[in-house]
């Protein structure tokens, strides 16, 4: 078993169920027979082999915690002690992405082994040379830094640069998870195939980006030919009020917008508020920021399924590309 070379960010890994699970193995008698009657009714779903949670809260959590909750099942039922990298270390440090999770638990294990996958774990025979550990629960888990090197490298490069925006996060509760120096200094010492598609990536990352829709739309506006925006600059409202914007395109005076739903309907972000509050107050924002630039542009997860429809809203208000229009996905 390698040893935690890395000890500086044990107190932002998250630790703590997000759910409650029913084990099995803590069941007797009319106990287990009224879970099992629970799972066949769909009031309640299997997370691993043995471990049960409500359906209905199940659907509640977000994605990353729901295979959270995998990772903390499969690791406190090891026999061994494991090693977590790749989706699994990126739940357990709170690195996003667009998309779905896997159902198996990304486990590391040595060269000469082999990456055989089976029941609950996916295994990456990947070794254990240069590679940054953290201790966490009686077991190892890749660094923040590791585990975005080691997603850039796994994934295309969209999803490479959100792993990466993901763990340099400045606007992160409790602060980055890394730097992109550390992230360059690992780069060398974990050098592999597969490796060469990660300095891009690197270089195109930024600790600006509040959320993986905003990284997926900075890749997506490079992608259409757009000049490359300013992140995160500040308006004063009238009032006293600032307006953050996720893009601003300097030389046309052209802020731009993903307007994510999760403002309206997340307790943390609602803080009390109603949604249609939230609403009306966003329409307020959108409204005092227009008086502030030539043009707004703002839009939803649509346009990034089908990048012609960013594109038309973007030209439309007046941004030029440099690209021809893609063709709409039908």
């Given amino acids: 078993m390698p040893h935690a070379v890395c000890e500086s960010a044990t107190m932002k890994l998250r630790t703590e169920h997000p759910i409650v699970v029913h084990r099995r193995r803590d069941l007797e008698g009319a106990s287990d027979r009224g879970l099992h009657a629970s799972v066949q009714s769909g009031s309640f779903r299997r997370i691993v082999a043995g471990s049960y949670v409500s359906s209905e809260e199940w659907t509640a959590l977000t994605p990353i915690d729901r295979h959270l909750?995998?990772?903390?099942?499969?690791?406190?039922?090891?026999?061994?002690?494991?090693?977590?990298?790749?989706?699994?270390?990126?739940?357990?440090?709170?690195?996003?992405?667009?998309?779905?999770?896997?159902?198996?638990?990304?486990?590391?294990?040595?060269?000469?082994?082999?990456?055989?996958?089976?029941?609950?774990?996916?295994?990456?025979?990947?070794?254990?040379?240069?590679?940054?550990?953290?201790?966490?629960?009686?077991?190892?888990?890749?660094?923040?830094?590791?585990?975005?090197?080691?997603?850039?490298?796994?994934?295309?490069?969209?999803?490479?640069?959100?792993?990466?925006?993901?763990?340099?996060?400045?606007?992160?509760?409790?602060?980055?998870?890394?730097?992109?120096?550390?992230?360059?200094?690992?780069?060398?010492?974990?050098?592999?195939?597969?490796?060469?598609?990660?300095?891009?990536?690197?270089?195109?990352?930024?600790?600006?980006?509040?959320?993986?829709?905003?990284?997926?739309?900075?890749?997506?506006?490079?992608?259409?030919?757009?000049?490359?925006?300013?992140?995160?600059?500040?308006?004063?409202?009238?009032?006293g009020r600032t307006a953050?914007?996720?893009?601003?395109?300097e030389k046309y005076d052209h802020a731009a917008e993903f307007d994510g739903t999760g403002k309206y309907f997340d307790p943390d972000i609602l803080q009390g508020r109603t949604p249609r509050q939230a609403l009306l107050e966003e329409k307020d924002r959108a409204d005092a920021l227009r008086r502030q630039v030539a043009c707004l542009s703002r839009w939803r997860t649509p346009a990034h399924k089908d990048p012609a429809e960013l594109y038309d809203i973007l030209t439309a208000d007046g941004l030029p590309s440099r690209l021809p229009r893609p063709r709409r996905r039908s």
């Fill in 69 to 239: 909750a995998r990772v903390l099942e499969v690791a406190d039922r090891a026999r061994a002690p494991l090693v977590l990298t790749h989706s699994a270390a990126a739940a357990v440090h709170g690195i996003d992405r667009v998309g779905s999770w896997p159902t198996r638990v990304d486990v590391r294990i040595p060269k000469t082994t082999g990456g055989r996958s089976s029941g609950a774990t996916r295994r990456h025979a990947l070794g254990f040379e240069g590679v940054e550990l953290i201790e966490w629960r009686g077991h190892l888990v890749t660094s923040a830094a590791q585990t975005a090197l080691d997603l850039a490298a796994a994934s295309d490069f969209t999803a490479g640069v959100i792993a990466l925006d993901q763990a340099q996060w400045s606007n992160r509760r409790g602060g980055a998870l890394t730097d992109i120096g550390h992230v360059r200094d690992l780069i060398d010492k974990n050098w592999r195939r597969g490796f060469a598609r990660v300095p891009r990536a690197v270089d195109f990352s930024t600790h600006l980006a509040d959320s993986v829709r905003e990284s997926e739309g900075r890749v997506l506006i490079a992608r259409l030919g757009f000049p490359p925006p300013v992140l995160q600059r500040e308006f004063r409202l009238p009032g």
């Fill in 244 to 249: 953050r914007t996720d893009y601003y395109f």
